[in-house]
């Protein structure tokens, strides 16, 4: 069967972004047939929901009622699209504030994360290893569990219904991801270069800043790309928290789309689409340091 | 002479490994200082406590002087050379040699000189556009060098900054880090595991052991008074030629003895008595000074060739002239040049005066 073997030493080849040599392939006649549609059935099953929200998101309301379905034979529209950012629409907002909570919780999560990790991968320090587990196994539980503790301190803070509240939950949440991530990409940078600095003259903070700080960019970005996408897509504190129209953010926004007694089902699918799309984007521009960052920097102890 | 460097009494562990055990070492100012040892000696520990990257557990680090031991690296002002070369790898070579003149915050003119004059003297001027993963590892040294010529340190430390060198370059750089002691009259202290440095370049040398100072001297020094059985063995290639013996009037062995020169010891001594393979000849001129055994191996190196003796059981090396020609089992007799013998306490290990 295919199997996808890590060429030997990879975690060992360097920061981020570094090419490897692919590991060779063997020609291999056999199976390849049943390969092939295996992998178009698994294709056609994941790609499915997302190819129909499309069609729905571009159809006229009166085909995404008809039956049998028109799946090829449509005239498309870009009307639910343009209802998504018209001025009353009932998401638009919840983009807006999506933007503002995602992009401050990352902010918050790197500019603590980062000097975090360093100081982790530096320092000796007293248990580091049990104090970086603690960290980690904040992330052990499912949010669903501290959202009933967090909606009371919350209600007691004030900070119900607002958007520096997530900003708050979202970032906490971030945070030892980053912390994690961020130590493998700084254990990759040989810790010669800040003493050499430092000797240089500089202090060990300018030591940092000057010459590790350049060569942690690409980690950072992935990093901080992967806490934007858990901040975007987040649902369960979003929608606990937040009730008011004004401050809730898309994921909420659009869930309450559905549920009234006639549902726009373009502008779910639209508002959908467009609430992807961010995501995907991001996701491509960094694709070669996710994968980095997922086999270099979260996993490597 | 005034100390530029002291270490006074300096412990370091890491976890379980005790990587140095109470160090002394007192490094005169513009001396070339060289610290030789083994790979886990404890060397590169030393220059980085000095260099105030590590902090010492217990003891005193002393610049020209003062307690320097709280200090952080960038106050030391001492200059340093790392193995890795520890080049930022953002950097182009020029970035790289006039980090520690910004770091100083001096003008732009005054970097510019500084820069143009290590350029010449390490002529490294067609590099200074490059980054470093655009230079050859010698290239890369005489950059990391440069950035610690770039200023007038207290003193330059540098780290084996020759062993990722090919042998040729060595043997240049080598010669060059002398001519530019000489021309700085700077203190360099200088770690290597490689005894040709250590004896080419150095004013004075301390050998170290797991953490201990075996001993310090003049690379001649060391070479021809070793203060104990370690050094005589370590320093010197081939190594030293070791044979058990007891030692009063006479140095007896098993099958062989000699007069004693006037080693100082009592009654029955047990001892090591040791040769150097230059020390003994196999053109005999005087049979009472000379031991007695059989051709075990030859090896012609070009320059010389060394023939393996048995004697009594054991093994002795003897550098011949490269002309030598001898069969294996031949019954040979080697002359000693009791001048140059050494005689070894076998409990203690340490050398045995003569009177």
Redesign the interface.
Known sequence: MATHIQPEGLADKGIAGETVDPPVRRERKFGSGVEILLLTIFMVVMLFPVIWMLETALKETKDIYAVPAKVFSFSPTLDHFQNVFSSDSPVFKGFVNSVIVAGFSTLIATVLGVPAAWAYSRFTLKAKKDQLFFILSTRFMPPVVVVIPVFLMFRDLSLLDTRLGLVLVYAAFNLPFTIWMMKGFIDEVPAEYEEAAMLDGFSRFEAFWRVTMPLLIPGIAATAVFALIFSWNEFVFSIFLITDPDTRTAPSAIAGLIGGTTIDWGLVAASAMTFAVPVLVFAFLVRKHLVAGVTLGAVRR | MSSAIVAEGVSKSFGEVEALKHLELDIPDGSFFVLLGPSGAGKTTTLRVI???EKPDTGRVLLNGIDATGA???E?D???V?Q?Y?????QTAAQNIT??LR??KLSKADIDTQLKRVAELLHIEELLNRYPAQMSGGQMQRIALG?ALVRDPRAFLMDEPLTNLDLKLRVEMRTELTRIHRSLGRTFLYVTNDQVEAMSMADQVAVLRQGTVQQVGKPTEIYDRPANRWVASFVGSPRMNLLQCTANGKIEGEGWSLPNPGFGVQGDHKALFGVRSEDLSLDVRDEAVSLAGKVYAVEPLGDRTLVDVEIGGQRVIIKAPPTASYTIGEQVRAAVDMERVHLFDAESEQAIARR
């Open positions: 260099a105030g990257l952080n690296p960038a030391r001492l200059a340093m790392f890795s520890a080049l930022y790898p953002k980090s520690p770091a100083r950035r």
